[in-house]
């Protein structure tokens, strides 16, 4: 038996979270340099799940790419679909029919709820409380079960089509939807009961990992992040698209810049998430789901294209650089998490390693996003 | 608003015969700024800069109350020139959309960092450098971030062989 190791005051040492952590949600390493439980110096390493999908995007037509998209945040999935279409249609000129995006509004909503829903019992988890998991993931499931009949799939979503959807939403769809709200918002109730006002969860949260406005522009941090940190931020609002402006819906700001801010920002998207889905319901237009004119083989025009929507987890852009051809010359895709996980290096220096796990949760990470 | 006042800024950084006006799609373009037809296009302002005012650029975007959105690069093989985009974006209502491109030779592709001016500017740096082997000069920590930590290979570059 060798004798144990005695640090001097002052002595640190080298911590490995990850890259196969439970509180990482994926393989992300952290290594962090401790002063006891103190943390002195944190660097994140990433790559772990890279795939290159920007690499993919150059050699694949457009359309070969769509199902790409939903694979880099698996929990939103709809929401990248949705930017890599609106691109298309925008460069190309395609008009898209008002009831697929009606649709499309619908089913992105949907997705950020999902989204919301399996963040929000993950992370209390992650804080010890293991029964709000299974109550959100009931509620997901519902949902789940609503877009798989119309999309055909639970997760990698490929239903959106430049112009339009692969398949219209019927009777059954509308009426679960509708049945889904009331259900929905009685949930909400019972999960801000339960969690959001249990003093240890508070205490747990409160002032703990704060970031500032001014860091959070120097980061580019979007999404909850900085709606969290007093900037009233959200592409559906700052840069309308889709069907958006149509809809009456808030933007949830909260002032206090730390994990409980995120928190509660999150949770009141998803009441904001079910006023969008029931207008959509009650607003649906008819007519067709696909645009008319709209070549077989799309090709763009020369030029350099951007587009940004906003995401379960905030800003995703995606930019097209094309020289005419049927793929892309360059494709681009600026993944949100990965600009609110930049930050954590800074902001969780001086930090206690368990407030760390709790402030790492409250950004949000999906690390097949971040790596791409 | 903020789109008058941050071209003029940009503005001031050229001479003034440079062109201001859209040249014809896919032709070669001087530095200079442009005003693009967002519609089309997604963003409001496109600056292609030298190399060496590519701080005073992303300075005036720093003080006009500009976020990041993110740095890439595109490889113009044909051209021998590596290009290097930044992005940038607003969180007020006075939505603006700003573009920074610099072009640099293929057999010497050194842009100095804006991780001074941009903390966030790090990570994307490193990842440009990472696919395409631009090399930020200043820039303090310039190791693989996406690819293995031995990589030296750059993929997106457009003569990588796998």
Redesign the interface.
């Known amino acids: 038996m060798s004798a144990p190791i005695q640090l001097q005051p002052g002595e640190t040492f080298i911590l490995n979270v990850g890259p196969q952590h439970p509180a990482t949600h994926g393989v992300l390493r952290v290594k962090m340099e401790m002063d006891g439980e103190y943390i002195v110096k944190a660097e994140t390493v990433l790559g772990y799940v890279h795939r290159m999908h920007e690499k993919m995007g150059e050699n694949r037509t457009y359309a070969q790419y769509l199902p790409n998209l939903s694979r880099l945040d698996y929990l939103g999935a709809l929401g990248y679909t949705h930017g890599h279409v609106l691109l298309i249609e925008r460069a190309a000129g395609i008009e898209v029919p008002e009831r697929a995006e009606y649709i499309r509004a619908i089913t992105v909503e949907l997705n950020r709820l999902a989204s919301h829903l399996f963040w929000f019992g993950c992370y209390v988890m992650d804080l010890g409380g293991f029964s709000p998991l299974m109550y959100a993931l009931e509620d997901r499931e519902y949902i789940l079960d609503m877009l798989e009949a119309v999309t055909g799939a639970r997760l990698t979503y490929c239903y959106y089509r430049f112009g339009g959807l692969y398949n219209d939403v019927d009777d059954d769809f509308i009426e679960a939807a509708n049945r889904f709200i009331p259900r929905m918002r009685k949930s909400l109730k019972k999960y801000a009961a339960l969690v959001t006002g249990n003093i240890i969860f508070q205490k747990r949260l409160e002032g703990i990992g704060h970031i500032s406005a001014e860091m959070c522009r120097k980061y580019g941090a979007t999404g909850a992040v900085a709606r969290g940190s007093g900037i009233d931020f959200d592409v559906r609002k700052n840069e309308p698209y889709s069907v958006y402006p149509e809809f009456d819906f808030d933007i949830p700001v909260y002032h206090e810049c730390d994990s409980m801010a995120r928190f509660k920002v999150r949770m009141d998207e998803m009441e904001q998430s079910l006023r969008i889905i029931e207008q959509g319901l009650a607003k649906l237009p008819g007519g067709p789901i696909m645009a008319e004119k709209k070549p077989k083989n799309i090709k763009l025009p020369v030029g350099d294209f951007y587009q940004a929507v906003e995401t379960a987890r905030g800003s995703f852009g995606i930019r097209i650089v094309s020289d005419g051809d049927k793929n892309a010359y360059r494709l681009k895709l600026r993944s949100p998490t990965y600009s609110n996980m930049h930050l954590f290096d800074e902001a969780c220096e001086g930090m206690m390693i368990m407030d760390a796990l709790a402030f790492m949760g409250s950004l949000d990470l999906v690390i097949p996003e971040i790596d791409r | 608003m903020i789109q008058e006042t941050t071209r003029e800024a940009l503005q001031s950084l050229f001479a003034e015969s440079a062109p201001a006006v859209e040249v014809e ?2 032709a070669p373009r001087g530095n200079g700024v442009i005003t693009r037809d967002y ?5 409001h302002l ?1 600056a292609q800069v030298a190399a060496d005012q590519l701080v005073a650029a992303v300075e005036i975007i720093d003080q006009a ?6 740095i ?1 690069g ?2 113009w093989i044909k051209e021998n020139q590596l290009e290097v ?1 930044y ?1 940038f ?5 006075d ?1 603006c ?1 700003v ?1 920074i491109r610099t072009r640099v030779p293929r057999d010497q592709p050194i842009v100095p960092t804006i991780t001074t001016i ?3 500017a ?2 994307h740096e490193r990842e440009t450098h990472d ?1 395409f082997g631009i090399k930020f000069a200043g820039h303090p920590h310039l190791i ?5 930590e031995d990589a030296d290979f750059h ?2 570059l457009k003569d990588f062989k796998a």
């Not at chain 2, 109350?65 to 993110?70: A, K, Y």
């Open positions: 799609a896919g519609n089309a296009h997604g963003y496109d109350g500009f976020f990041i959105e993110s890439t595109v490889d985009i992005d974006s607003r969180y007020d209502f939505t959309r573009v941009y903390a966030g790090n990570w696919f693989p971030l996406l690819l293995p993929p997106l």
